[in-house]
């Protein structure tokens, strides 16, 4: 009779134990593959771009990022009450990685920035990783439609602006300092161009110089550039948008 009593008592709370664990496992299982779909989502119109982080990076961040999340909240849940546990500690170190990661995608090349809109899509797609982790759904759901928006709409809106502006970025190569510093921009002032700033540095034996340059509607770049190619002591000139 008493060991009947001690069975029946000790079996009920084993079976709410296995099936709380059930689930835990099973919510956790969802919110890693809503954190897999969202960062899909993002990863592959970066994917479409050829961008060194495509969908395999940002599928990675999204979902370590609710992995984190979900191991900082579990270990506060085992631990509360015994000693003082900040959840928040695990996001914050999720961040600081991040920044890390954004920051190798950040690239200078020839004088000019590149990588600044994957490295902010590597950190939306954290974010969202965290917000899946903290049973925010409809705010990652929003964040990551509003950043294909971002990606994707605006981006050709601004190469409509850039076009209509009809601002360029000139690099020039050559031999002699007072050459490109001097007789290139006026070159091009005589063609209608109008100059807004320019930098120069030290490329090996030569000089390399930028122009922000502002078009007339009717000139033509290509004319430009074949122009300051022709000229003397000039081993190079493109135009970059």
């Known amino acids: 009779m008493f060991k009947g009593v001690n069975a029946k008592l000790y079996i009920i709370p084993l079976k709410n134990y296995r099936s709380m664990i059930e689930s ?13 779909l969202l960062g ?50 695990v996001i914050q170190g999720v961040i600081t990685g991040i920044g890390f990661l954004g ?30 982790g903290t049973n925010m759904f ?3 759901v929003t964040i990551t439609v509003l950043a294909i928006i971002i990606l994707s709409v605006m981006h050709k809106l601004e190469l409509s602006v850039k076009k209509k502006s009809r601002t360029y970025k000139l ?12 007789i290139v921009p006026k070159m091009m002032e005589k063609r209608g161009a109008l100059v807004k700033s320019k930098g120069f540095r030290k490329k090996g034996m030569d000089i390399l110089a930028n122009y ?5 509607p009717k000139t033509d770049c290509k004319d430009i550039l074949n122009s300051v190619i022709e000229m003397e002591n000039v081993t190079e000139a493109y135009w970059e948008n």
């Open 24 to 36: 835990s496992v099973i919510d956790a299982l969802i919110k890693v593959l809503i954190a897999f």
């Open 40 to 89: 899909a989502v993002l990863g592959i119109e970066r994917e479409m771009r050829k961008h060194p982080a495509g969908l395999r990076t940002h599928v990675l961040v999204t979902v370590g990022s609710t992995a984190f999340t979900l191991v900082g909240f579990e270990i506060y849940h085992q631990l509360v009450g015994t000693t003082m546990v900040d959840p928040g500690r």
């Open 103 to 132: 920051g190798g995608a950040i690239l200078k090349d020839r004088g000019h920035v590149k990588g600044l809109t994957t490295a902010a899509a590597i950190w939306i797609a954290s974010a969202v990783g965290v917000l899946i």
């Open 138 to 140: 409809i705010l990652a």
């Open 171 to 182: 690099y020039v190569r050559g031999h002699d300092h007072h050459h490109i510093h001097t």
């Open 212 to 216: 922000l340059v502002t078009l007339p």
